[in-house]
């Protein structure tokens, strides 16, 4: 597959054709030759073959308590992650965001009500309310993580990031003296993947893609919960779920990439074998850090 027939597929990824007739014919082999375009670059990964980020996004009540198993999981890796969290739950349950930040993982502020969330926020997306309110949203949340946590984010993830992206977000972190985002994914970027200097100079760390759906974020939630037949069909057991997740950090060493995986910590309990995987990863040439650790190597 040539450069241009992949800078075509990527300029016209809204289009559901164009979606529909990737996902069908050949997925895989359009996200590895997708990637392949990184084999080579001057990639800083600190001697590894590829970059990874970790993160986890705790929208729910049910996130925030499946939160202690997770991070004492976590706590005999020699890596650290990313947790992207909402000012609204960090009030009510302060002892376990601030058990993130005792293990040294990484806060990302969420927002203080993630707009269009059921529970706090139903059908106000982040995407249509106003400048103003979307500053209001991220300001919150920082003000209760420096209250209640001792702790001040240097980045944010937006809500729902993909279709709701939108680049205004770059102007109003820049005014919050903040440094990053990681709130659109690979598709929406010119950068085949990897981390970028977006406007502000607000670094932009994209999510990766499903390799079974090219146009869709790799998450739990679409791997698991979603309602879509598409998805229902193509994976929807744990061992699937592995094989994907896998298949991203081998092709990510393979063209010296970097990939950017989230998880809900609800769904750790559907993981069964949620270890084997982080046992994987460690095994890996790949450089294992959270969104601020990696900042220093991006030009």
Not at 99 to 126: C, M, Q, W
Not at 164 to 181: P, R, V, W
Not at 196 to 223: K, M, N, Q, Y
Request: net charge neutral.
């Amino acid at each position: 597959m040539s450069d241009k027939i992949i800078e075509f597929i990527k300029r016209n990824n809204s289009n559901l054709i164009v979606q529909g007739a990737i996902t069908l014919l050949f997925p895989e082999y359009f996200l590895r030759k997708y990637f392949q375009g990184n084999a080579g670059r001057n990639n800083n990964w600190r001697g590894k073959k590829a970059g990874l980020t970790i993160s986890f996004d705790c929208d729910y009540p049910k996130d925030v308590t499946a939160m202690p198993e997770l991070i004492a999981m976590l706590n005999k890796y020699p890596f650290k992650t990313s947790f992207a969290c909402v000012g609204h739950w960090i009030e009510k349950y302060p002892d376990e965001h601030r058990a993130i930040v005792d293990s040294g993982h990484e806060i990302v502020n969420h927002t203080y009500s993630h707009p269009d969330n059921e529970l706090l926020n139903p059908g106000r997306k982040f995407k249509t309310i106003s400048r103003g309110e979307k500053k209001e949203e991220i300001e919150k949340c920082h003000e209760i993580c420096l209250r209640v946590l001792g702790y001040e984010p240097k980045g944010c993830r937006i809500p729902h990031f993909k279709n709701l992206f939108t680049d205004q977000i770059y102007g109003i972190l820049k005014e919050l003296g903040y440094a990053y985002s990681s709130s659109t994914h690979l598709m929406n970027t010119d950068t085949r993947g990897m981390p970028f200097r977006a406007s502000e100079g607000i670094i932009e760390f994209p999510l990766s893609t499903c390799p079974r759906h090219p146009f869709t974020v790799f998450d739990t939630w679409h791997s698991f919960n979603s309602p879509r037949l598409a998805y229902r069909m193509v994976h929807r057991t744990e061992e699937e779920y592995i094989g994907l997740f896998k298949w991203l950090i081998d092709t990510a060493v393979e063209t010296n990439s970097y990939i950017n995986i989230y998880i809900d910590p609800a769904d750790i309990h559907k993981m069964k074998r949620m270890k084997e995987i982080l046992d994987y990863i460690r095994a890996q040439d790949i450089w294992v850090a959270t969104y601020e650790e990696m900042l220093g190597g991006i030009k």
